[in-house]
Structure formats: structure tokens, C-alpha cells
């Protein structure tokens, strides 16, 4: 039996996947992690995913206790298949097809699919994920239509009745920070600053005001704007 009050959150480590944790941790009883390993070259935010997942917990009375398993999917295989500027290291550039080169095909569809047979496994009702159509890459396996499709998929498929969250869908990243400092107060919004990693070089060796990164990829580059836009409007 599926526990309505449960959630599965796609968190990788990264600023959108730790936003949607808080999301999760202030709707529901019972919160469980997932994460992939597929080989991507700012594996960077692996390595920050647990140190930012404790660090969250402790800041709002009654997170810690609701924060339940973490899962990391050893997923190497999609960088196998894979010959991409997030899987290779390799230029960052625009195709022909109109997409940057850091596109990974499948990859939300993959993760997506796994996180269901885990939450399916777990008794999980609500899955999470951080994706978005607003201030994002053009990836098409973002997109509000793709998601819509891939839950009626996955609910027929697996004879379930999954719901999947979007939370930042409709967001761009300055509204995504004001989302955040709603959740946990500035505390939330310094924690996921300084603790989460968006850049595809893997930078962490610089602090900008916005967070750690190399400062000239597209990742930073929004993250930057979003920043810079969000306390713009706060002051």
C-alpha cells in the first residue's frame, strides 16, 4: 500500500534537487533521497548531496525527524551511451538541433523511471523533481508536457497511482531563491548557497556571491542571474 504521505526526491546535490527537498520536508511526513552516479563530469555534487542533506535537516524544527533513507543508483551505463558535454569532457556548445551539448537524451526519462520502481518498492505515493521550463537549458525531457506523459506512462505501466511534482516548473531561479528563503529563511537560502553544486565544470575552488562554480558555464550562469535578480528585488 502506497503511503500518501510520503515523498521521493530526485536530489542531486544541486541547487533546483535541494529546494525541492525543503519543498518536500514541509509537506510531508516521510522524505527519502535518490541520486545518480552516471558518470557526469561535475561528480562534484555527489560529493556534497549528504553533507547539504544533514545540514538541511537541522534547520527547521521537525525536518530531521521526517528526513528518512538516502539511495545513490550506480547509473554509469548512460555515460557509456552517452556522448555528451555533461558525460565527456568535451567543449560546452549549441547543435544543430538547437540544443546545447550538455544535453543528456533520456536522462530525466531514465531517472524518473528508476525513481518510480523505488518508490514503488518503498510504498512512496509522491515523487519530486527539480526540473523546469523557465530559467532552464532547453532540455526537452524538462518540459511540463514530458513530465505529464511519462506519469500517465509509468501509472499504467506499473498499475500505480504515482503523483509527480514539479515544483520549480513555472519558477525561474530568482523566484526559485524567494521559494527557498519561504521554506527556511535566510538560513535555507545561505545553506543551499554555499552547500549545493550547479556548475558542469565541477568548480568548487571560488565563492560568488551566488555560490560556488567556474562563473562561465551555462549552470552558473543562470544560477548567477537568478541570484543577483532575487535580492535585486529584495532590497
Not at 47 to 53: A, T, Y
Not at 96 to 119: D, H, K, Q, Y
Amino acid at each position: 500500500m502506497m503511503d500518501q504521505n510520503a515523498a521521493l526526491v530526485l536530489f542531486s546535490g544541486g541547487q533546483d534537487s535541494a529546494t525541492c527537498l525543503a519543498w518536500a520536508l514541509a509537506r510531508y511526513g516521510r522524505v527519502e533521497t535518490l541520486g545518480f552516479d552516471y558518470g557526469q563530469r561535475h561528480r562534484v555534487e555527489l560529493d556534497v548531496r549528504l553533507p547539504l542533506r544533514e545540514a538541511m535537516a537541522r534547520l527547521v524544527p521537525g525536518w530531521a525527524a521526517r528526513l528518512g533513507e538516502d539511495h545513490l543508483v550506480d547509473f554509469s551505463v548512460l555515460g557509456q551511451i552517452s556522448d555528451t558535454a555533461l558525460t565527456q569532457d568535451s567543449a560546452i556548445t549549441m547543435q544543430e538541433n538547437g540544443l546545447p551539448s550538455t544535453f543528456v537524451p533520456g536522462r530525466n526519462l531514465m531517472f524518473l523511471t528508476f525513481a518510480a520502481a523505488i518508490a514503488y518498492r518503498r510504498g512512496i505515493k509522491h515523487i519530486v523533481t527539480g526540473v523546469c521550463e523557465t530559467d532552464y537549458s532547453g532540455y526537452p525531457d524538462c518540459r511540463d508536457d514530458t513530465v505529464k506523459a511519462l506519469q500517465a506512462a509509468i501509472n499504467l505501466g506499473m498499475e500505480s497511482r504515482f503523483v509527480l511534482h514539479t515544483p520549480l516548473m513555472w519558477l525561474d531561479k530568482a523566484q526559485t531563491w524567494q521559494l527557498t528563503q519561504e521554506l527556511g529563511g535566510d538560513g535555507l537560502v545561505e545553506t543551499i548557497r554555499t552547500g549545493s553544486h550547479s556548475c558542469y565544470n565541477g568548480d568548487r575552488s571560488t565563492l560568488h556571491r551566488w555560490g560556488y562554480g567556474c562563473g562561465k558555464c551555462p549552470a552558473c550562469d543562470l544560477r548567477a542571474q537568478g541570484w543577483e535578480k532575487f535580492w535585486a528585488e529584495a532590497v
